[in-house]
Protein backbone atom coordinates (compact mmCIF):
# COMPACT_ATOMS: atom_id res chain seq x y z
CA UNK A 1 0.00 0.00 0.00
CA UNK A 2 3.13 2.29 0.66
CA UNK A 3 4.46 1.54 -2.62
CA UNK A 4 1.08 2.80 -4.18
CA UNK A 5 0.94 5.32 -2.20
CA UNK A 6 4.69 6.93 -3.51
CA UNK A 7 3.64 6.31 -6.90
CA UNK A 8 0.72 8.51 -6.88
CA UNK A 9 2.89 10.92 -5.40
CA UNK A 10 5.55 11.18 -7.98
CA UNK A 11 2.56 11.06 -10.46
CA UNK A 12 1.40 13.79 -8.84
CA UNK A 13 4.82 15.38 -8.50
CA UNK A 14 5.58 15.05 -12.54
CA UNK A 15 2.66 15.84 -13.50
CA UNK A 16 2.63 19.36 -11.79
CA UNK A 17 6.16 20.19 -13.50
CA UNK A 18 5.38 18.81 -17.05
CA UNK A 19 2.59 21.14 -16.48
CA UNK A 20 4.89 24.32 -15.10
CA UNK A 21 7.22 23.45 -17.95
CA UNK A 22 4.36 23.80 -20.68
CA UNK A 23 2.82 27.02 -18.99
CA UNK A 24 6.86 28.52 -19.06
CA UNK A 25 7.17 27.91 -23.09
CA UNK A 26 3.67 29.38 -23.45
CA UNK A 27 4.39 32.29 -21.48
CA UNK A 28 7.72 32.92 -22.71
CA UNK A 29 5.86 33.18 -26.48
CA UNK A 30 3.40 35.86 -25.01
CA UNK A 31 6.03 37.75 -23.26
CA UNK A 32 7.97 37.48 -26.66
CA UNK A 33 5.40 38.70 -28.86
CA UNK A 34 4.61 41.44 -26.39
CA UNK A 35 7.89 42.94 -26.70
CA UNK A 36 8.18 42.62 -30.42
CA UNK A 37 4.56 44.45 -30.42
CA UNK A 38 5.77 47.04 -28.19
CA UNK A 39 8.41 48.02 -30.20
CA UNK A 40 5.97 49.16 -32.94
CA UNK A 41 3.22 49.66 -32.10
CA UNK A 42 1.60 51.02 -35.21
CA UNK A 43 1.67 47.62 -36.72
CA UNK A 44 1.12 45.46 -33.84
CA UNK A 45 -2.14 43.57 -34.00
CA UNK A 46 -5.03 43.84 -36.24
CA UNK A 47 -5.89 46.65 -38.32
CA UNK A 48 -9.80 46.59 -38.97
CA UNK A 49 -9.50 50.60 -40.14
CA UNK A 50 -7.68 52.69 -42.41
CA UNK A 51 -3.57 52.19 -42.91
CA UNK A 52 -1.58 54.16 -40.35
CA UNK A 53 1.70 53.58 -41.65
CA UNK A 54 1.54 57.16 -43.55
CA UNK A 55 -1.00 59.66 -44.01
CA UNK A 56 -0.73 59.13 -47.72
CA UNK A 57 -1.73 55.56 -47.24
CA UNK A 58 -4.37 57.23 -44.67
CA UNK A 59 -5.78 59.36 -47.14
CA UNK A 60 -5.94 56.95 -49.95
CA UNK A 61 -7.75 54.22 -47.45
CA UNK A 62 -10.21 56.91 -46.90
CA UNK A 63 -10.62 58.26 -49.96
CA UNK A 64 -11.46 55.10 -51.36
CA UNK A 65 -13.85 54.26 -48.59
CA UNK A 66 -15.91 57.10 -49.09
CA UNK A 67 -19.72 56.41 -49.10
CA UNK A 68 -21.87 56.65 -52.74
CA UNK A 69 -24.60 58.30 -53.92
CA UNK A 70 -27.88 56.09 -54.70
CA UNK A 71 -26.19 56.79 -58.68
CA UNK A 72 -23.02 55.08 -57.27
CA UNK A 73 -21.04 58.62 -57.34
CA UNK A 74 -18.90 59.70 -54.80
CA UNK A 75 -20.13 61.55 -52.14
CA UNK A 76 -19.24 65.56 -52.66
CA UNK A 77 -17.71 66.23 -49.13
CA UNK A 78 -14.11 65.18 -48.90
CA UNK A 79 -12.41 66.74 -45.77
CA UNK A 80 -9.81 68.74 -46.54
CA UNK A 81 -5.80 67.65 -46.03
CA UNK A 82 -5.75 69.21 -42.58
CA UNK A 83 -9.13 67.50 -41.35
CA UNK A 84 -7.64 64.51 -42.81
CA UNK A 85 -4.13 64.91 -40.94
CA UNK A 86 -5.81 65.30 -37.88
CA UNK A 87 -7.96 62.16 -38.07
CA UNK A 88 -5.04 60.14 -38.99
CA UNK A 89 -2.85 61.97 -36.25
CA UNK A 90 -6.14 60.94 -33.33
CA UNK A 91 -6.17 57.46 -35.29
CA UNK A 92 -2.46 57.17 -35.56
CA UNK A 93 -1.97 58.36 -31.67
CA UNK A 94 -5.03 56.40 -30.94
CA UNK A 95 -3.95 52.66 -32.33
CA UNK A 96 -0.18 53.36 -30.53
CA UNK A 97 -1.66 53.90 -26.86
CA UNK A 98 -4.00 50.88 -27.17
CA UNK A 99 -1.12 48.62 -29.06
CA UNK A 100 1.19 49.89 -25.99
CA UNK A 101 -1.11 48.99 -23.14
CA UNK A 102 -2.36 45.71 -24.54
CA UNK A 103 1.62 44.88 -25.10
CA UNK A 104 2.30 45.78 -21.39
CA UNK A 105 -0.68 44.21 -20.03
CA UNK A 106 0.43 40.94 -22.05
CA UNK A 107 4.31 41.35 -20.83
CA UNK A 108 2.99 41.40 -17.37
CA UNK A 109 0.62 38.50 -17.33
CA UNK A 110 3.98 36.61 -19.69
CA UNK A 111 6.54 37.62 -16.21
CA UNK A 112 3.64 37.15 -13.80
CA UNK A 113 3.01 33.17 -15.31
CA UNK A 114 6.86 32.30 -15.70
CA UNK A 115 7.14 33.48 -12.18
CA UNK A 116 5.19 31.31 -11.09
CA UNK A 117 5.57 28.41 -13.20
CA UNK A 118 9.25 28.33 -12.35
CA UNK A 119 8.28 28.39 -8.29
CA UNK A 120 6.05 25.27 -8.99
CA UNK A 121 8.83 23.53 -11.37
CA UNK A 122 11.07 24.16 -8.61
CA UNK A 123 9.75 23.13 -5.62
CA UNK A 124 8.11 20.09 -7.03
CA UNK A 125 11.17 19.22 -8.48
CA UNK A 126 13.23 18.92 -5.47
CA UNK A 127 10.59 17.73 -3.20
CA UNK A 128 10.32 14.30 -5.98
CA UNK A 129 14.07 14.28 -5.85
CA UNK A 130 13.43 14.26 -1.73
CA UNK A 131 10.88 11.44 -2.19
CA UNK A 132 13.34 9.18 -4.71
CA UNK A 133 15.98 9.68 -2.70
CA UNK A 134 14.04 8.68 0.76
CA UNK A 135 12.67 5.64 -1.33
Known amino acids: MEKLHKIGVQIYGYAICLVSVVTFLISASVLTNALIDRSDPIHAGWNNGPSLASFENYKQDILKSAPKNADNTKVSYIPDDKTLHAM ?48
Open 88 to 135: YEAARNDKIQSSKFQATKNMATGAILIIISLALFITHWRWMQNIIKSA
